[in-house]
């Protein structure tokens, strides 16, 4: 009988690796820590919980984000069909009921007879002799960051992540916004807060000048580029708002006919449209603070927080060092890194490292030897990047085309449209993931 793989966290990652081990019909060990001891992020116990936005991005096809969800499906992925069966209407993007999303996986994992669920805490880890997929995400215990850094021999990295605020739908003002997707793509599933620039001024600065979080005395601020809080945004110029979250291009207002100066959008939080979060607003200013400076917002004078921006602590490995291709450390070849602790940036990601972490533990607990996704699919490039960015000044990263490998130039003089090339990457990512799920080592055991 095989012996169990440990995976420690059920996170996006964690649930999704476990489901894949135990679909080649090999045990696991799932450890989550929650409910006994949360974290400053989680809400409650239930596995694959989102806590900072529900979408998990572009779902229009032969984009980069599309093109690495639609591996999963191919392989077979757990969260991927459960993301389908709990989507909310969002556009072009795949966004999810976050807490029907979370009970889903929970049900799914805890019904698998393959998998054992352990409430507790892991504080080491047995390289020697128990193959461990470490999915313990951005808010590993200290206990345990404390035994990575024992494994890893190195600095550990570590950035800052943000929570967007959530609203109550029917304290929306809605005389007074309206409806749109931005170049009228997909349904116009967005509520979208328009601003004259008199509006936009005074938000802005209200912003600037509002009271941050008092920083720690053990932090130091790191933030991602792309999670950047709204009050740092803006202190960079009194545009850079409406240049990126706030930015109304392609968000026509159809009652003037007119693009407003600036736009807050708000997208649904869950299946029942009774919330609705605000994209891109997270902040690091004190709740009084946030209910104050966000009702400046046309259709949100009155409007009832469920939850506002919170900035947490993200920690990850520095993978270059640390990491094979095949996730495996490169000094203990039975612990294998997943989610956003490998360092990837993105819930789409953590689950696509989980899914790939799960098919390699697998195949090693059966004796075999991992094999890598091939560099041309979305999997490739993201492990590509994990492993071989430049280890002085390792950032997490999201899939993009700059990540995939780039066509050859004779195809890159035959196609000069740029959705063209994009298609044509796409397919061949896909072909190259059909010749990888044929190998003998993937498919020898996969439980149907």
């Not at 091939?374 to 899939?399: E, M, S, W």
């Amino acid at each position: 009988m095989l012996k169990p793989i440990r995976i420690i966290g059920a996170g996006l990652a964690g649930s999704e690796a476990a489901w894949q081990c135990a679909r080649r019909g090999v045990p696991v060990q799932l450890f989550e820590m929650r409910p006994a001891r949360s974290t400053p992020a989680h809400q409650t116990g239930n596995f694959a919980e989102l806590v900072c936005s529900n979408s998990l991005k572009s779902d229009t096809e032969n984009t980069a984000p599309w093109l690495l969800k639609e591996e999963m499906r191919r392989v077979g992925s757990l969260l991927m069909e459960i993301a389908r069966q709990t989507a909310v209407p969002a556009g072009h993007a795949l966004a999810v009921d976050r807490e029907k999303f979370a009970e889903a996986v929970t049900a799914a994992i805890e019904r698998e007879p393959l998998i054992e669920v352990i409430r507790e805490e892991v504080v080491s880890i047995d390289e020697n002799s128990a193959i461990t997929v470490v999915a313990t995400g951005p808010l590993t215990s200290d206990a345990l960051s404390q035994e990575i850094l024992r494994l890893s021999g190195s600095a550990q990295l570590y950035f800052y992540d943000s929570i967007s605020p959530i609203v109550e739908a029917d304290s929306i003002d809605m005389s007074r916004v309206y409806l749109a997707a931005r170049y009228d793509k997909g349904t116009a599933d967005y509520i979208n807060c328009p601003m004259t620039r008199e509006e936009y001024d005074r938000f802005l600065d209200a912003l600037v000048a509002a009271q941050s979080v008092e920083e720690k005395d053990w932090e130091n601020l790191n933030y991602f580029e792309s999670c950047l809080p709204i009050e740092e945004i803006a202190r960079r110029g009194r545009d850079t708002l409406r240049f990126g979250p706030m930015k109304p291009v392609g968000l026509r207002d159809p009652r003037t006919g007119q693009m407003p100066y600036a736009v807050v959008q708000l997208r649904q939080e869950n299946l029942r449209a009774d919330s609705y979060n605000l994209v891109g607003f997270q902040n690091h200013l004190k709740f009084g603070e946030q209910a104050r400076i966000l009702r400046l917002i046309p259709g949100l004078e009155n409007a009832r927080f469920l939850r506002f921006g919170q900035i947490h602590r993200n920690t990850y490995i520095n993978g270059p060092t640390l990491l094979h291709e095949t996730l495996q450390m490169k000094q203990h070849a039975n612990v294998l890194f997943a989610g956003q602790i490998s360092g990837v940036e993105g819930y789409v990601e953590s689950i696509a490292t989980g899914l790939l972490a799960g098919i390699h533990a697998a195949a090693l607990a059966q004796g075999q030897q991992p094999v890598a996704p091939p560099r041309a699919t979305a999997f490739g490039a993201l492990v590509n990047y994990i492993c071989h960015a430049d280890a002085k000044n390792f950032q997490p990263a999201n899939i993009t085309f700059d990540l995939l490998l780039p066509l050859d130039e004779a195809t890159r003089r035959r196609i000069r449209d740029k959705k063209q090339r994009h298609a044509t990457v796409c397919q061949r990512a896909l072909q190259e993931l059909e010749s990888w799920l044929a190998t003998a080592a993937l498919a020898a055991s996969m439980r149907k």
